[in-house]
Structure formats: C-alpha cells, structure tokens
T-cell receptor
Framework: NAGVTQTPKFHILKIGQSMTLQCTQD?????MYWYRQDPGMGLKLIYY???????DKGEVPNGYNVSRSTTEDFPLRLELAAPSQTSVYFC????????????FGPGTRLTVL | AQKITQTQPGMFVQEKEAVTLDCTYD???????LFWYKQPSSGEMIFLIY??????QNATEGRYSLNFQKARKSANLVISASQLGDSAMYFC?????????????FGAGTRLFVKA
C-alpha cells in the first residue's frame, strides 16, 4: 500500500495562474480531506468529501474547488492563484468520519509569486 | 462552534522526563473524537493517539497517554520518558460526528524541545 500520495511535492505558481494538486489513496477510504498549513500554524480544512460525488466546504474554501469522481482521487483546484495561497497543502483520508485516524500525504509546498 | 485551543506555543523538557501538552476544546456535539498528531521537522503528519467522546478510559499508546477530562473539555497529551526524537510540533485535533459534518479542526500546535 502506498497510502496517500500527493503530486507535485513542490511548485511555484505565478499570480493569476491555475493549477490542480493531485491526491490519491489506495486504502479504499470513503473520507478524504484537503488542508492547508501556513508557516508556524496548524492545519485548516479547505474541503472534504464523504464519498465519491459528495464534497463539502471546510473552514477556508475560498479560491479552491474540488471534485470526487472516484473513491481513490480527490484533486484540489486553485483558480486565479494569489500570494495568500502560498502554503503547504496536505491531503488526508480516513475510513470513517469520526473515530478513525486520518492518514496524511507528504504534502505539497506551493509558492505563489 | 468547534474550537481547539493549545495554549503552549513552545515547551522544553529534559530527556527521560514526562511532559504534558495541553489541549482544550469546545463543541456542542455529544459525539466527537479527539486526536493528537506529531509533525517532525521533515513535515509529515504522524498519528499518535485517539480518544472518543464516549470512551470512559483514557487512551494509551506506548509512551503516549491522553488525559481526557470531559467535563472540563480538555484532552491533554502526556509523553512519558521523553526522547530526543520527540522534538517536534504536536497538534491536537477534534472531529465531530454526523451533526458536525465530520469536519476536523486542528489547534495551533505546541513545539516540543527535548534537551539532552
């Protein structure tokens, strides 16, 4: 099992550009999450999904979009990138919605210049 | 509304001693889970321990234990016999059940420094 994989590991984006951060899990987990972690801070939930075709907003969804067409994949789309979106992005998955630990990917370090 | 508070930005502990990292939470949901994660300087998030809101006994995992005081809404992490490798950021997190939409929120974290 690879667990949760994220690509790319690093990326520099210009202001106004768009990109998609990829996240894939091979544990057949229903629940998937996207977080961002700003320097020296905790994680903030951007979007999450409770199953294929079902997504919902977290604490900080503005400027992002997600889709969940399969159980395995949960891509995060950044439209019109802004410097405020410079952050480390973590994807995570869990088997259930409440009691199970979340398995995290290695993160994507994104810089918007 | 959900809220997680970690009031200790940084903590120092002598190697082989025990240390307690504080976490308080706020929720109106009766069903929730509390988690602790470790983030070393390499950046990955490592799950340490879980406590369910209906669990009557405090959770333990090796050198980690969770001091769960439901009435006080606190879920402190206790690390016994600290090791140099325990130096890292530690995050407390809470996930509400169906009523809360299964959202997870994290505290701001506590940076632990273990001294030799």
């Amino acid at each position: 099992n690879a667990g949760v994989t994220q690509t790319p590991k690093f990326h520099i984006l210009k202001i106004g550009q768009s990109m998609t951060l990829q996240c894939t899990q091979d544990m057949n987990h229903n629940y998937m999450y996207w977080y961002r972690q700003d320097p020296g801070m905790g994680l903030k939930l951007i979007y999450y999904s409770v199953g294929a075709g079902i997504t919902d907003k977290g604490e900080v969804p503005n400027g992002y979009n997600v889709s969940r067409s399969t159980t395995e994949d949960f891509p995060l789309r950044l439209e019109l990138a802004a410097p405020s979106q410079t952050s480390v992005y973590f994807c995570a998955s869990s088997r259930t919605g409440r009691i199970d630990e979340q398995f995290f990917g290695p993160g994507t370090r994104l810089t918007v210049l | 509304a959900q809220k997680i508070t970690q009031t200790q930005p940084g903590m120092f502990v002598q190697e082989k001693e025990a240390v307690t990292l504080d976490c308080t939470y706020d929720t109106s949901d009766q069903s929730y889970g509390l988690f602790w994660y470790k983030q070393p300087s390499s950046g990955e998030m490592i799950f340490l321990i879980y406590q369910g809101s209906y669990d009557e006994q405090n959770a333990t995992e090796g050198r980690y234990s969770l001091n769960f005081q439901k009435a006080r809404k606190s879920a402190n992490l206790v690390i016994s016999a600290s090791q140099l490798g325990d130096s890292a950021m530690y995050f407390c997190a809470m996930r509400e059940g169906r009523a809360g939409g299964f959202k997870t929120i994290f505290g701001a974290g506590t940076r632990l420094f273990v001294k030799a």
